[in-house]
């Protein structure tokens, strides 16, 4: 376990750091789902407003994402 379980109502960016998860990883890399931006994860790519589609490298860094 990284981090003290909390509510399972909690916002996702603040269980990350009140969990202490974010202080145990320090300065590794993490890789978290989308409901972690504004956090320091490495997150999927979103489209921007306006934007229909994400360019092809987005799309397969994504792809690529999901996998790990």
């Given at each position: 376990m990284v981090?003290?379980?909390l509510a399972g109502n909690r916002n996702d960016c603040k269980?990350?750091?009140e969990s202490?998860?974010?202080d145990a990883v320090g300065n590794?890399?993490?890789i978290a789902d989308?409901?972690?931006p504004?956090?320091?994860l490495v997150i999927p790519h979103r489209r921007e407003r306006g934007q229909s589609?994400?360019?092809d490298w987005k799309e397969e860094h994504n792809?690529?994402?999901k996998q790990v």
């Open positions: 981090g003290q379980p269980a990350w750091e202490g998860a974010k590794t890399v993490t989308g409901g972690y504004g956090t320091g589609d994400l360019p792809k690529s994402h």
